[in-house]
């Protein structure tokens, strides 16, 4: 059984820094990629980033040099790690899970996930 938690949301300034944390149970085994989307109000789902089993990383433009993603396969974890954010940088941040063919090759799309979270929300403001 597949389930994921999100957790370190919270409220920042602009140019500052957080890190958001998955427990993602049951995946070590049973999926290929995890990923971080995100929805600002209003707006779509958006993929942020993606790392697969093989090590491939993908990040959507806007991120890129300012975020990073990690796993820890055993301990079934996945992380966010966000500086420099922007006040566009908010929205309810998912971390969700996919089974082959995605890719960490390619920015992830919501239609490839199967798995997701809950959310947890991040906020940037003066």
């Known amino acids: 059984q597949v389930q994921l938690v999100e957790s370190g949301g919270g409220s920042v300034e602009p140019g500052g820094s957080l890190r958001l944390s998955c427990a993602a149970r049951g995946t070590s085994n049973n999926v290929y990629c995890l990923a971080w989307f995100r929805q600002a109000l209003g707006k779509e789902r958006e993929g942020v980033a993606v790392?697969?089993?093989?090590?491939?990383?993908a990040y959507v433009d806007s991120v890129k040099g300012r975020f990073v993603i990690s796993q820890d396969i055993a301990k079934e974890t996945v992380s966010l790690q966000m500086n420099s954010l922007k006040p566009e940088d908010k929205a309810i941040y998912y971390c969700?899970?996919?089974?082959?063919?995605?890719?960490?090759?390619?920015?992830?799309?919501?239609?490839?996930?199967?798995?997701w979270g809950q959310g947890t929300q991040v906020t940037v403001s003066s």
């Open positions: 790392i697969d089993t093989d090590g491939g990383i």
């Open positions: 969700a899970a996919a089974h082959w063919p995605c890719s960490g090759l390619r920015v992830p799309v919501p239609h490839e996930y199967s798995y």
